[in-house]
T-cell receptor, first 115, second 109 residues
Framework: ETGVTQTPRHLVMGMTNKKSLKCEQHLGHNAMYWYKQSAKKPLELMFV???????ENNSVPSRFSPECPNSSHLFLHLHTLQPEDSALYLC??????????????FGPGTRLTVL | GQNIDQPTEMTATEGAIVQINCTYQ??????LFWYQQHAGEAPTFLSY??LDGLEEKGRFSSFLSRSKGYSYLLLKELQMKDSASYLC??????????WGAGTKLIIKP
């Protein structure tokens, strides 16, 4: 398997559920990212992990909780979400997240619907 | 504040040329990226410019003017498969990408 994979591809959950999104990269990269993509809006950066350390948290509500156990895996734990959290959640990775202009490679995303 | 502007939607004809413009305002600048995103798929990297001028890659070219805060993506010999959204993103002084909302390009036969 190559590139960046994400599971599940689609998720429907109620506001009281707890679920997790998973991302795995097979590119040997050291930086991983979570983005939220809503229709006709710019990509919103949520979290950045660089060498397993969280380096960015862009004022994301605490109902979103990231976890990065190693440089290849990234999780986004979800609980008590709101309907406005429905969006496409994209994971990306790059060689490094610091002072390097390396392109980011994206996974196919998880389409999340909160009822 | 930081901002990226690009047209919401453009239409072009198969075989023609189209130019998608992007203007940016960022705190510092470390380069400009273009990505392509087909509906329901992941964004894929197209180009990176950090110096002024034109970078050509096959049918696609990208231009940057740092003094004007301006870039464009030029697509030649358009094919139906080029129908997609094109995302412009500028890297700021913290090496964080600031994204535009994307330009949906519709190709007509």
């Amino acid at each position: 398997e190559t590139g960046v994979t994400q599971t599940p591809r689609h998720l429907v959950m109620g506001m009281t559920n707890k679920k997790s999104l998973k991302c795995e990269q097979h590119l040997g990269h050291n930086a991983m990212y979570w983005y939220k993509q809503s229709a006709k809006k710019p990509l919103e950066l949520m979290f950045v992990y660089n060498f397993k350390e969280q380096t960015e948290n862009n004022s994301v509500p605490s109902r979103f909780s990231p976890e990065c156990p190693n440089s290849s895996h990234l999780f986004l734990h979800l609980h008590t979400l709101q309907p406005e959290d429905s969006a496409l959640y994209l994971c990306a990775s790059s060689k490094e997240g610091g002072e390097g202009q390396y392109e980011q490679f994206f996974g196919p995303g998880t389409r999340l619907t909160v009822l | 504040g930081q901002n990226i502007d690009q047209p919401t939607e453009m239409t072009a004809t198969e075989g023609a040329i189209v130019q998608i413009n992007c203007t940016y305002q960022t705190s510092g600048f470390n380069g400009l990226f273009w990505y392509q995103q087909h509906a329901g798929e992941a964004p894929t990297f197209l180009s990176y410019n950090v110096l002024d001028g034109l970078e050509e890659k096959g049918r696609f070219s990208s231009f940057l003017s740092r003094s004007k805060g301006y870039s464009y993506l030029l697509l030649k010999e358009l094919q139906m498969k080029d129908s997609a959204s094109y995302l412009c993103a500028a890297m700021d002084s913290n090496y964080q990408l600031i994204w535009g909302a994307g330009t949906k390009l519709i190709i007509k036969p």
